[in-house]
């Protein structure tokens, strides 16, 4: 039951790993300030999960039975990524006396490496309960935006792109980078302007064969296009693949444009460089060196930040994009999705409120940062709009190349689901104790009339059918059930609460 949705080998293994626990009433397993670093799963008795108030007072939010069991899969990311963290506000206390079976996290990385093909698939299973389950449950239905992410800056120092960009005073860019970013975080809703000089230095000498450039003539590096080959490219990226999600009243994920006073939403980026090893020699402008050596830059700080061994794994796989004030980068529910590293400028992160046409600024993705991993890990669609409300500059690597670059070196994985993990607000590590994902075989019962209601549950795929058992012991149908869907909760006293006992099948 919890860890059904591993691969039958993995999950095996991991249970060579599992410990005895026993708790008499009262005591805890765990507490705030203790490792977070294991899975617990009762076997007998029952746990109480507490969070712990600002004021040092603990509410029951879960009570845990035999069977079930006590764990953030965030937390065990953590320790898959080698940055394991402490407890906060999440503690567990035996009720009665129990026995409990404890996984350490760490035996995941003695599967890994006997099993290493399933490193992707396990990051990718907790990406895809975050995205499926934890987010569907904080947004769709308790209509949470901002609750959800944190606002802090990420963002590594672009040590090769400031080398370029400041004519060989690396460090003073970096200290303005990063006093700028002190800034911002000071600021409302972080809206002020990040912006690196780009002045022409050439300094850095390029080993990689020259650009094919295609950019529309307000290019911001103020040259048109002699080849007049920018149309098959642009209208390329125009015509990418677009998913609508419908409009049901259990899909709340379909986007509609929201018209701005302040920004000119353009479709079309500016310009877009793309680098190709097979691209034959031509004559350029004098801003090509430095537009090649500024990508070089570039690729060697993303190379820092996801961690890869061989900047020639983005070879063929990365394209520089340099955007105008107004443009939507990516649609709330886009298929067709990219990770981006922001080289300057920034990228607004938007989402829309459940029931409504507004708009929410989530957080601000600040240069040395990326965005859109999320999506482009679980494959599913994306869950926010993007859009440059000032000029921007980024680098942009597709789903599918990505995909490339993890066959190659898997654990490149890590540092970008590390990077999801960091942007998620302390709510959603609370919240993802509270959550369990259950797998039910066809015709189970999730729970039968009569059962003491104590939880709600959202369908994440399959079917389900809900009956009422009459007096006469005739079974009648009440309802369907598909994904997305909540089921559990009634309407009482004009606001939803659970019912004491359930009314149905």
Known sequence: RVLGHFEKPLFLELCKHMVFVQLHEGEYIFRPGQLDNSIYVVQDGKLEVCIQESDGTEMVVKEVLAGDSVHSLLSILDVITGHPAPYKTVSARAATQSTILRLPANAFQDVFQKYPE??????????????????????????????????????????????????????????????????????????????????????????????????????????????????????????RHRTEIGTSSSDTTAYKPVSKKTV??????????????????????????????????????????????DISLLNGKVTLHQVTAGTMVSRQGDQDVSIRFVISGVLHVYQRKIDSEEETCLFVTHPGELVGQLAVLTGEPLIFTIKANRDCTFLAISKSQFYEIMREQPTVVLGVAHMVVKRMSSFVRQIDFALDWMEVEAGRAVYRQ????DCTYIVLNGRLRSVIRLDDGKKHLTGEYGRGDLIGVVRRGGGLASQTWRGKS
């Open 118 to 239: 399933t490193l992707v698939r396990v990051v990718q299973i907790i990406m895809v309960r975050l995205q499926r389950v934890t987010f569907l449950a904080l947004h769709n239905y308790l209509g949470l935006t901002t609750e959800l992410f944190s606002s802090e800056s990420q963002a590594i120092p672009l040590v090769s792109v400031a080398s370029v960009t400041s004519g060989g005073n690396a460090s003073r860019v970096v200290r303005r980078q990063l006093s700028n970013l002190s800034e911002e975080e000071r600021a409302e809703k972080l809206e002020r302007h990040i912006s690196l000089e780009t002045t022409d230095s050439g300094r850095l000498p390029s080993s990689e064969p020259p650009l094919r450039r295609s950019f529309s003539l307000n290019t911001p590096f103020g040259y048109s296009d002699a080849a007049g080959g920018a149309k098959p490219d642009l209208e390329a990226l125009s015509d």
């Open 264 to 309: 000119t939403v353009t479709e079309m980026p500016s310009a877009i460089f793309h680098y190709t090893q097979n691209d034959t020699p031509i004559q350029e402008f004098g801003a090509t060196k430095q537009v090649n050596t500024i990508l070089e830059a570039a690729k060697k700080d993303l190379l820092t930040l996801m961690k890869l061994d």
């Open 450 to 453: 009569g059962d003491h209601s």
